[in-house]
Nanobody, 126 residues
Framework: QLQFVESGGGLVQPGGSLRLSCEAS????????IGWFRQAPQKEREGVSC????????KYVDSVKGRFTISRDNANNIIYLQINNLKPEDTAVYYC???????????????????WGGGTLVTVSS
């Protein structure tokens, strides 16, 4: 079964940091651009960042620029999202997927490669 598995979420105080991980199950992610999405309570899922297959190019939505850093380790098939200076509005379930890393990152399209994973919950609260 083709699937992404996300991990690394947790409960943190405002200003804290987390590193999320995304691993592909059943295939190699190294050939695809990968995007991170998040879905806050009562809101639609939205893209926040993506990275090219080579890792050379990365994009971010304005609300996370300077705080989020996407990276990838193609040798180990893992994509990371380093989140610093967390804010309460970052509270959401975070997902990853193979994407077309272009255009409006908020609404970037996925390849539809495999099923969405279960995501990883990030809760920012004091």
């Amino acid at each position: 079964q083709l699937q992404f598995v996300e991990s690394g979420g947790g409960l943190v105080q405002p200003g804290g940091s987390l590193r999320l991980s995304c691993e592909a199950s059943g295939f190699s992610s190294r050939y695809y651009a990968i995007g991170w999405f998040r879905q806050a309570p009562q809101k639609e899922r939205e893209g926040v960042s993506c990275i090219s297959s080579s890792g050379i190019t990365s994009k971010y939505v304005d609300s996370v620029k300077g705080r989020f850093t996407i990276s990838r380790d193609n040798a180990n098939n893992i994509i990371y999202l380093q989140i610093n200076n967390l804010k309460p509005e970052d509270t959401a379930v975070y997902y990853c997927a193979a994407v077309f890393c272009e255009g409006n990152i908020t609404t970037m399209k996925t390849y539809g490669l495999g099923d969405w994973g279960g995501g990883t919950l990030v809760t920012v609260s004091s």
